[in-house]
């Protein structure tokens, strides 16, 4: 076994990877751009060495700079994590060549899966069923377009060295296509190093789904199952579970033995996934292998009890798989969101900044619930414009996937995150809505259920009613506290009304409030002015805690709780919300106050997020329609395009092509 292994890679995979060599004794060693120098796997390992600037292309992308960053610690092996130069050929064979052991699939092996063109071509050959397309090079974006009209619309634009939902778009008409093949191929350019790309059917309603399989040096290649991924966003996966609630178990072995077949035609030895595109129906078509280890595979490792980090890092040294296919067996069910810093109020637009809060649930396995949290972040850090905007994969596992969602609803009302705007609004949504819940899943759904994006959600119903009694209760905990103060009211003890008006925002929940023993209770009040029946919460929150945690009638419930003038910002269950309390005389006069609306800014266009301005697509004086192209910004390795919201005319042009922007930064204005 090794004694020293170097980790290629930043960020959570990096840590994740750093956690298993500890838990086998194995010292380990961090690589970090001048952007990582204070990133927790640097903290975590115990060597690290800088290796260039925060650009990828200049650090963690340089394959010379990590032969010679294992030259100078003693490395003896290197993990690549996923991304960056895990799928790389030349990578293994470079170390190969300077002696040092890859923690992957042999360089055959990820030149013939490797290559999404090439797969798709050793596939057909070895008999799977693919999906109908195009996988010759495609000369321009003409050939692109004659090419999709030939397999008739929708189609896939697809990166051959992509992954992770870069350099890819779908296509619905000619005119898309054209524009969709050349941003594909600028964004595989900037974040694979080739800009190569293939054209295929787009499978309507399809759901993703994915088979892990795991080989060793001496021919052997088993399964552990599948993963359902298809709740993703512009291609890229948002929540992933694992098993799928589609597959039954004849479904589950043909997918598993037609990817080990087609793992043992390359000779595959390591952790990898064959990912096949299936219809609703049940029927499945290869879609790609990837030849390293998934951002998903947390569920795969709760269901199977199996650590795929350990048996790539066992297999990489020479030993035999000790676990055969008859071993493997699936217990429970484990759901995977995905914590991206990005805002999903202004189009799950990039956020960056420093993380002022950070206070993840704590992990933990008790009463047959399990929470994990893979992050590569820690409270104070970063989240850097240069990298992928992961904050972390929050994962639960439990008995049934009804109490896996539970727990992960749970525990994403729990995870406090200030400093920056992320996802986790969203996902709460997602974890409440009843058809996900059902398990009625696709690769469109969330398209098809957010249509207009994700707004913020007004509290409804129970909801609104939890959240105001939550926001009752610390009101009336922060009043008991306010009046313990010394020397305050001449010790005289004064006797609170027990009536309140709380106010979500605008919307008045009226209510009495009172201590009872250890619990605070709660009446509502009807149309007829009566107090309802008493709810009682009990909790241990004080001020200054970012989440409320204690139970409802003795419901568990976790709601984020941020101060804000004269209240408090409430979260739970994808609704984010100003809290007031008011007594009657206060609410009074609240009821009097004017509202206040925003400025309109609809003759800028304002740059949505912190990025590099990649074109300017107008000129001056030119006039534009709705949905024209205005520009092209890239951001965490994305390009995003901004497109008019309305007619109108250029008016002035105050930013250009490589200007780097921060976000509400002026790109240009209209005239009147």
């Given at each position: 076994?090794?004694?020293?292994?170097?980790?290629?890679?930043?960020?959570?995979?990096?840590?994740?990877?750093?956690?298993?060599?500890?838990?086998?004794?194995?010292?380990?060693?961090?690589?970090?751009?001048?952007?990582?120098?204070?990133?927790?796997?640097?903290?975590?390992?115990?060597?690290?060495?800088?290796?260039?600037?925060?650009?990828?292309?200049?650090?963690?992308?340089?394959?010379?700079?990590?032969?010679?960053?294992?030259?100078?610690?003693?490395?003896?092996?290197?993990?690549?994590?996923?991304?960056?130069?895990?799928?790389?050929?030349?990578?293994?064979?470079?170390?190969?060549?300077?002696?040092?052991?890859?923690?992957?699939?042999?360089?055959?092996?990820?030149?013939?899966?490797?290559?999404?063109?090439?797969?798709?071509?050793?596939?057909?050959?070895?008999?799977?069923?693919?999906?109908?397309?195009?996988?010759?090079?495609?000369?321009?974006?003409?050939?692109?377009?004659?090419?999709?009209?030939?397999?008739?619309?929708?189609?896939?634009?697809?990166?051959?060295?992509?992954?992770?939902?870069?350099?890819?778009?779908?296509?619905?008409?000619?005119?898309?296509?054209?524009?969709?093949?050349?941003?594909?191929?600028?964004?595989?350019?900037?974040?694979?190093?080739?800009?190569?790309?293939?054209?295929?059917?787009?499978?309507?309603?399809?759901?993703?789904?994915?088979?892990?399989?795991?080989?060793?040096?001496?021919?052997?290649?088993?399964?552990?199952?599948?993963?359902?991924?298809?709740?993703?966003?512009?291609?890229?996966?948002?929540?992933?579970?694992?098993?799928?609630?589609?597959?039954?178990?004849?479904?589950?072995?043909?997918?598993?033995?037609?990817?080990?077949?087609?793992?043992?035609?390359?000779?595959?030895?390591?952790?990898?996934?064959?990912?096949?595109?299936?219809?609703?129906?049940?029927?499945?078509?290869?879609?790609?292998?990837?030849?390293?280890?998934?951002?998903?595979?947390?569920?795969t490792e709760l269901v199977t009890g199996i650590d795929l980090v350990e048996?790539?890092?066992?297999?990489?040294?020479?030993?035999?798989?000790?676990?055969?296919?008859?071993?493997?067996?699936?217990?429970?069910?484990?759901?995977?969101?995905?914590?991206?810093?990005?805002?999903?109020?202004?189009?799950?637009?990039?956020?960056?900044?420093?993380?002022?809060?950070?206070?993840?649930?704590?992990?933990?396995?008790?009463?047959?619930?399990?929470?994990?949290?893979?992050?590569?972040?820690?409270?104070?850090?970063?989240?850097?414009?240069?990298?992928?905007?992961?904050?972390?994969?929050?994962?639960?596992?439990?008995?049934?996937?009804?109490?896996?969602?539970?727990?992960?609803?749970?525990?994403?009302?729990?995870?406090?995150?200030?400093?920056?705007?992320?996802?986790?609004?969203?996902?709460?949504?997602?974890?409440?809505?009843?058809?996900?819940?059902?398990?009625?899943?696709?690769?469109?759904?969330?398209?098809?259920?957010?249509?207009?994006?994700?707004?913020?959600?007004?509290?409804?119903?129970?909801?609104?009613?939890?959240?105001?009694?939550?926001?009752?209760?610390?009101?009336?905990?922060?009043?008991?506290?306010?009046?313990?103060?010394?020397?305050?009211?001449?010790?005289?003890?004064?006797?609170?009304?027990?009536?309140?008006?709380?106010?979500?925002?605008?919307?008045?929940?009226?209510?009495?409030?009172?201590?009872?023993?250890?619990?605070?209770?709660?009446?509502?009040?009807?149309?007829?002015?009566?107090?309802?029946?008493?709810?009682?919460?009990?909790?241990?929150?004080?001020?200054?805690?970012?989440?409320?945690?204690?139970?409802?009638?003795?419901?568990?419930?976790?709601?984020?709780?941020?101060?804000?003038?004269?209240?408090?910002?409430?979260?739970?269950?994808?609704?984010?919300?100003?809290?007031f309390v008011w007594t009657e005389a206060e609410a009074a006069s609240a009821?009097?106050?004017?509202?206040?609306?925003?400025?309109?800014?609809?003759?800028?266009?304002?740059?949505?997020?912190?990025?590099?301005?990649?074109?300017?697509?107008?000129?001056?004086?030119?006039?534009?329609?709705?949905?024209?192209?205005?520009?092209?910004?890239?951001?965490?390795?994305?390009?995003?395009?901004?497109?008019?919201?309305?007619?109108?005319?250029v008016k002035k042009i105050h930013a250009s092509a490589g200007a780097t922007?921060?976000?509400?930064?002026?790109?240009?204005?209209?005239?009147?």
């Amino acid at each position: 076994m090794f004694k020293r292994i170097l980790i290629a890679n930043r960020g959570e995979i990096a840590c994740r990877v750093l956690k298993t060599a500890r838990k086998m004794g194995i010292q380990t060693v961090a690589v970090y751009s001048e952007a990582d120098r204070d990133a927790l796997h640097v903290e975590m390992a115990d060597e690290a060495v800088l290796i260039g600037p925060p650009a990828a292309a200049e650090s963690y992308l340089v394959i010379e700079k990590i032969v010679e960053a294992c030259r100078k610690t003693g490395a003896e092996a290197v993990h690549p994590g996923y991304g960056f130069l895990s799928e790389r050929e030349a990578f293994p064979r470079a170390l190969e060549t300077a002696g040092i052991v890859f923690i992957g699939p042999n360089p055959a092996a990820i030149a013939a899966m490797g290559d999404k063109i090439e797969s798709k071509k050793a596939a057909a050959k070895a008999k799977v069923s693919t999906v109908p397309g195009y996988l010759g090079v495609i000369e321009d974006d003409k050939h692109a377009v004659r090419i999709a009209d030939e397999i008739g619309y929708p189609v896939m634009i697809k990166a051959s060295a992509g992954g992770g939902g870069k350099g890819m778009r779908i296509a619905h008409s000619k005119a898309e296509v054209a524009e969709g093949f050349n941003l594909a191929k600028a964004e595989a350019k900037a974040s694979f190093g080739d800009d190569r790309v293939f054209v295929e059917k787009f499978i309507v309603d399809p759901r993703h789904i994915e088979i892990q399989v795991l080989g060793d040096k001496h021919g052997n290649v088993i399964y552990l199952g599948e993963r359902e991924c298809s709740i993703q966003r512009r291609n890229q996966k948002v929540i992933e579970e694992a098993p799928s609630p589609l597959l039954d178990e004849a479904t589950r072995r043909k997918m598993g033995e037609q990817a080990v077949a087609l793992a043992k035609a390359v000779n595959y030895d390591s952790a990898g996934t064959v990912e096949f595109v299936a219809g609703q129906d049940k029927s499945f078509y290869f879609l790609e292998m990837n030849t390293r280890l998934q951002v998903e595979h947390p569920v795969t490792e709760l269901v199977t009890g199996i650590d795929l980090v350990e048996q790539m890092i066992r297999v990489a040294s020479g030993e035999k798989l000790a676990i055969a296919q008859k071993d493997v067996t699936l217990t429970g069910w484990a759901v995977e969101s995905r914590l991206y810093a990005e805002d999903p109020f202004r189009n799950f637009l990039p956020s960056i900044g420093r993380l002022v809060k950070y206070r993840p649930p704590a992990e933990a396995s008790q009463d047959g619930i399990t929470v994990r949290n893979d992050t590569g972040v820690q409270e104070g850090g970063e989240i850097s414009i240069h990298y992928d905007p992961m904050i972390a994969k929050l994962v639960t596992h439990a008995p049934s996937r009804a109490a896996a969602i539970e727990a992960q609803a749970t525990a994403l009302d729990s995870f406090y995150v200030d400093g920056i705007r992320h996802n986790i609004p969203f996902l709460s949504a997602l974890m409440h809505h009843p058809r996900w819940r059902e398990g009625r899943l696709s690769t469109g759904f969330i398209a098809e259920e957010f249509p207009k994006g994700f707004a913020v959600r007004v509290p409804e119903g129970e909801i609104a009613r939890r959240i105001a009694a939550v926001g009752a209760a610390i009101d009336h905990v922060l009043g008991a506290r306010k009046r313990q103060i010394s020397g305050q009211m001449g010790g005289r003890v004064v006797q609170r009304e027990r009536r309140r008006a709380v106010w979500l925002d605008r919307q008045e929940i009226l209510l009495e409030v009172a201590r009872e023993g250890e619990a605070i209770a709660i009446r509502f009040i009807d149309a007829d002015g009566k107090a309802g029946t008493a709810h009682l919460l009990q909790s241990p929150w004080k001020p200054g805690d970012p989440v409320w945690q204690g139970t409802i009638d003795g419901q568990f419930v976790a709601v984020q709780a941020r101060p804000i003038p004269n209240g408090i910002r409430l979260a739970h269950q994808g609704v984010e919300v100003p809290v007031f309390v008011w007594t009657e005389a206060e609410a009074a006069s609240a009821r009097l106050m004017p509202v206040t609306t925003a400025s309109d800014s609809g003759k800028k266009l304002l740059c949505p997020m912190p990025g590099l301005v990649v074109s300017i697509a107008v000129s001056e004086g030119q006039e534009v329609k709705v949905g024209e192209t205005l520009a092209v910004v890239e951001a965490m390795k994305m390009q995003n395009v901004l497109r008019a919201e309305q007619n109108g005319t250029v008016k002035k042009i105050h930013a250009s092509a490589g200007a780097t922007l921060a976000v509400d930064a002026l790109i240009l204005e209209f005239a009147n």
